[in-house]
Each structure stands twice: as C-alpha cells, then as structure tokens.
C-alpha cells in the first residue's frame, strides 16, 4: 500500500515540475513572440502594415512552430 502511495507521489511531483519548469516556460516565450509591428510614431496605411506584419511573421513563425510543437509534444 504505501509503496503504491509513493509511486503516486512521485508521479504528481514530476507532473509538477514537468508543468512548472517546461510548459510554463514555452507558455512564456509563446507571450513574448511578436505577431505584428506596430508603428511608434505616426500611423502606417494598409501597404505598410501589411508589409511589416509580413516581414514580422516571416522571421518569427518558424520560432513559434518549434514552440508549439514542443509543447504538443510535451503534453502528449
């Protein structure tokens, strides 16, 4: 019986630390990833948004499939 319950317990501390230390972490760098510019002084029109957005995107959705497939994986 309390070999079964240490099982147990080692299996929510490692549940625990897997979500703490790994899928947080990705969670937190998903938050940080920069989907679109946005202009700092004056408005851009339609052309220049959609020029910087895809410039952005370009450089950052390979960044974020790795992020997302890690963290598929890692609740898989």
Known sequence: MYKVLEEL??????????????IDAVLKEMATTTLCQL????????????????VTNYISWPQCCGIITLCIIMVL
């Open 9 to 22: 317990e080692l299996l929510m501390v490692r549940a625990n630390e897997l979500t703490e230390f790994r």
């Open 39 to 54: 202009p700092q002084e004056e408005p851009w029109t339609v052309e220049e948004f959609l020029e910087n957005t895809q």
